[in-house]
């Protein structure tokens, strides 16, 4: 450390009484600078990063995990019963894959609908083709760019529980947004402690054995 010395000087005869001048020794503090540490913590978006390790992914998956287990439990958005095999396997609905999604920056597209006919043109079902992007830019309601995450296509016909026109294109949108979200994100699912597959992907959800 280094020493400054300053010279204090009194003059005794402003005093009534003698005084001893004396060197003071005063230290002078030394600041040091030190570097702040950085902010090294993952967005839960950036889990999708294929740029980053997957080392530096699992403690931020884990807590996406955590979180969403809860919030599915607390929502009534996982179904039983579906795997005759494994009746307490639990298996989430789309709305709870939908909220994973979310945590991480992906918008859901559907982009068609398509009836599917027999030989003799009559409608016996539909299907649908989905996308999922990440931290998507969209200009008038459309999507411009962004990093296309999954694309996949479902149907859903008169096979199932959904009868009516109305039914089956909804259902032929969900299970391809459940097949979307199952190829990108089912690891983080089965983090949670939830089945990989969506609900409605299921034979049973739709009405077969």
């Not at 009484?17 to 060197?23: A, I, S």
């Not at 894959?97 to 043109?121: Q, S, Y």
């Amino acid at each position: 450390m280094a020493l400054k010395s300053k010279q204090t000087k009194i003059e005794e005869e402003e005093l009534p009484f003698p005084v001893e001048v004396v060197n003071e020794e005063e230290p002078i503090t030394e600041v040091a600078v030190v570097d702040q540490p950085q902010n090294t913590q993952l967005a839960d978006y950036e889990l999708l990063n294929p740029d980053l390790p997957m080392s530096v992914k699992v403690g931020v998956a884990t807590n996406v995990a955590n979180c969403l287990s809860d919030l599915i439990k607390s929502q009534g958005l996982v179904k039983k019963g579906l795997n005759k095999k494994d009746p307490e396997a639990e298996y989430v609905l789309v709305e709870g894959w939908e909220v994973l999604g979310t945590m991480l920056g992906i918008v859901p597209v559907t982009e068609i609908v398509e009836p599917i006919c027999n030989d003799k043109g009559k409608v016996r079902g539909y299907k649908a083709r989905a996308y999922l992007y990440r931290n998507p830019v969209m200009e008038h309601g459309e999507i411009v760019s962004g990093t296309l995450i999954a694309t996949t296509e479902a149907s859903a016909t008169v096979e199932g529980f959904q009868k009516d026109t109305a039914g089956m294109m909804s259902m032929a949108q969900t299970r391809a947004l459940g097949k979307c979200y199952r190829m990108a994100l089912s690891w983080i699912m089965k983090m949670a402690g939830y089945e990989g597959t969506p609900a409605e992907d299921m034979p049973k959800y739709r009405g077969g054995k």
